[in-house]
Nanobody, 127 residues
Framework: QVQLVESGGGSVQSGGSLRLSCAASGYIGSSYCMGWFRQAPGKAREGVATIDSDGRPSYADSVKSGFTISQDNAKNTLVLQMNRLKPDDTAMYYC?????????????????????WGQGTQVTVSS
């Protein structure tokens, strides 16, 4: 059974940085994608950054200049480094994974569903 556990959220001032981690256990799949999604109060969930099993990333336009997604396959860990944070980045951030990433990380970024979800970690950015 796949489990995803996020950590690293918190509160930071505008312009600051946070590093989110997602520890994965269980077998996700051989052609998987993993990624980070977020949901702010009153807004729909949206894709932030995703990566496929070959390490190819995709980013939402709003975070391209400040966020970096990476994976440590040896440690089964997904990381999101968030720099130059803005108040609009305030949201609950979720780690997610899909077993068969049919069309790559950009496809996964656009999805509203996934095979597996973490419980979420809160990120709050104050002005």
């Amino acid at each position: 059974q796949v489990q995803l556990v996020e950590s690293g959220g918190g509160s930071v001032q505008s312009g600051g940085s946070l590093r989110l981690s997602c520890a994965a256990s269980g077998y996700i799949g051989s052609s998987y994608c993993m990624g980070w999604f977020r949901q702010a109060p009153g807004k729909a969930r949206e894709g932030v950054a995703t990566i496929d099993s070959d390490g190819r990333p995709s980013y939402a336009d709003s975070v391209k200049s400040g966020f970096t997604i990476s994976q440590d396959n040896a440690k089964n860990t997904l990381v999101l480094q968030m720099n130059r944070l803005k108040p609009d980045d305030t949201a609950m951030y979720y780690c997610a994974a899909v077993s068969q990433c049919l069309y790559g990380s950009s496809w996964f970024l656009s999805l509203t569903w996934s095979n597996y979800w973490g419980q979420g970690t809160q990120v709050t950015v104050s002005s």
